[in-house]
């Protein structure tokens, strides 16, 4: 089944976001955020969501100055979102109200995971990406919703799979459950080396394209098995098919500029 590609950019908002016209046909509040509308300067310019890890790092104050941007597009505050420090792991936290601003306005260190969860409303979960793949994961009805950072490392380990799962788990029907794929690297520009290959699963194979002795993975398909795996009705899934390494003018990526440069966020509540 070819791919549901419905995300439309408002340009207009602010900050400016893309959205998934699935979730917003549920009344689903979201975001996926790019590089712009924030306050950060220089490799961070300017919506930038982390302090960054390399030579030259942005500022605690721009970072959360820009989350309180971000939060302010759902009515919220900097106080209401979730964050963890990602490590490439399959981990997928349950967080709640006591959860909320742990990072970014409360100076407690934020917990190691690659997903959340909640079941309550009023919860802002957030994941960052420079172009590996944010996933958000959402019920029909507004029981339950998730976000996830899926880079190579967590498609091949299923965390896409544990959320799906978990809402599972919280009596969400799959046919209740669905799923919009952010802007992440393109299956055009993501070469990889063969020995990734034997690292997913092998019913994953079809998401790698020979290329010059080498390999092309499309994460964005690979996101979309998996979630059909779990039993999500391919009409379930949307993506947005942007490729962050080609759209420089909208989007940090990390293979384009290496460590020195800004974190893009997608946003999630009930």
Same mark, same amino acid.
């Given at each position: !089944?070819?791919?549901?590609? $419905? ?16 979730? /917003?046909?549920?009344?689903? +509040?979201? @975001? ?6 924030? &306050? ?8 930038? =969501? /982390? ?11 721009? &970072?959360?100055?820009?989350?309180? /941007?971000?939060?302010?597009? =759902? ?9 963890? &420090?990602? %490590? ?9 109200? #006591? ?10 260190? @934020?917990?190691? /995971?690659?997903?959340? =969860? ?11 990406t420079a172009d590996c793949v944010p996933v958000l994961i959402a019920d029909k009805k507004g029981r339950f919703c998730a976000a996830v950072h ?10 896409? #799979? %544990?959320?799906? #799962? ?10 209740? *459950?669905?799923?919009? *794929? ?14 990734l290959r034997g690292s997913l699963p092998a019913y994953l194979s079809g998401c790698f394209t020979p290329h010059g002795g080498k390999f092309l993975?499309?994460?964005t398909e690979a996101n979309i098995k998996v979630l059909e795996n779990c039993g999500i009705p391919s009409h379930n899934i949307s993506c947005a $098919?942007? +490729?962050?390494?080609? %759209? ?15 974190? !893009?966020?997608? =946003?999630?509540? *009930?």
């Amino acid at each position: !089944m070819a791919r549901r590609k $419905d995300f439309c950019f408002e340009e207009a908002s602010a900050p400016p976001r893309f959205i998934s016209a699935l979730f /917003a046909s549920y009344g689903v +509040c979201h @975001a996926f955020f790019t590089r712009l509308g924030g &306050v950060s300067e220089g490799e961070f310019a300017s919506l930038n =969501f /982390a302090c960054g890890s390399g030579e030259k790092r942005d500022t605690s104050g721009n &970072v959360a100055a820009n989350y309180a /941007a971000a939060a302010r597009s =759902f009515g919220l505050s900097a106080g209401d979102v979730c964050r963890v &420090v990602q %490590r490439h792991t399959d981990i997928v936290l349950r967080v709640s109200h #006591a959860d909320c601003g742990v990072g970014v306005t409360n100076e407690s260190p @934020a917990p190691v /995971a690659d997903g959340l =969860f909640t079941t309550e409303s009023g919860v802002l979960l957030s994941v960052r990406t420079a172009d590996c793949v944010p996933v958000l994961i959402a019920d029909k009805k507004g029981r339950f919703c998730a976000a996830v950072h899926s880079g190579w490392r967590g498609t091949a380990a299923g965390i896409s #799979a %544990r959320a799906v #799962a978990l809402a599972r788990g919280a009596g969400i029907p799959p046919e209740d *459950i669905i799923a919009a *794929i952010g802007p992440c690297i393109g299956g055009e520009c993501y070469e990889v080396g063969g020995e990734l290959r034997g690292s997913l699963p092998a019913y994953l194979s079809g998401c790698f394209t020979p290329h010059g002795g080498k390999f092309l993975l499309d994460l964005t398909e690979a996101n979309i098995k998996v979630l059909e795996n779990c039993g999500i009705p391919s009409h379930n899934i949307s993506c947005a $098919d942007e +490729c962050t390494l080609c %759209r420089g003018e909208l989007f940090f990526s990390h293979r384009r500029s290496g460590a020195v440069r800004g974190t !893009m966020s997608s =946003f999630i509540r *009930i």
